[in-house]
């Protein structure tokens, strides 16, 4: 089950990471203020990310999970993702995988270990962009944990 869920994670980050062509300075801030605070949120509560993470997209359970998690970690993490603002906007993808992301990095082997281990488990697809990101995640498992390894925003990243 752990390996069905690495390998769904993996899958979700590597859609919502997948770098912008171009990008212009407010936007790479904006990624690197919501990696910082889902950083935050997987580490502050990584049992209930995961189940969140796990959950139907679908469904109004999973957004309100998603929800809950930002509302219940703003305090503790706004202000150091955003500073005094304390506004962070994003879409569910958008969180979904930066959480997913910093889940994954949070184990203890190598990322390309985990994904390369998690895909021999069965994954869903839902869209074409699901399609994609599976036949990245199983068939370069390096590549994809040099891809987390990067920084938003990080000239590496589109490497």
Do not use: H, K
């Not at 910082?36 to 993470?53: K, N, T």
């Not at 979904?96 to 082997?109: F, K, P, T, V």
């Not at 190598?110 to 390369?116: F, H, K, M, Y």
Request: charged share 20%; hydrophobic share 50%; proline share 5%.
């Amino acid at each position: 089950m752990i390996g069905r869920i690495i390998f769904i994670v993996a899958i979700i980050g590597v859609a919502a990471t997948a770098p912008v062509q171009a990008q212009d300075a407010e936007e790479i801030e904006a990624r690197v203020a919501l990696d910082s605070f889902a950083a935050c949120v997987a580490q502050r509560d990584p049992a209930e990310s995961l189940r969140v993470l796990n959950g139907d997209f679908r469904t109004t359970a999973y957004r309100n999970g998603l929800r809950m998690l930002a509302s219940e970690a703003r305090d503790d993490c706004a202000y150091d993702a955003v500073g005094q603002r304390n506004a962070l906007r994003s879409s569910n993808l958008l969180m979904a995988g930066s959480i997913a992301e910093n889940w994954l990095e949070q184990g203890d082997a190598p990322v390309n270990v985990r994904i390369a281990r998690a895909a021999q488990t069965p994954a869903d697809i839902f869209a074409p962009t699901d399609a994609v990101a599976q036949c990245l995640a199983r068939s370069m498992p390096d590549q994809v944990g040099a891809l987390f390894a990067t920084a938003p925003g990080d000239a590496a990243e589109p490497a």
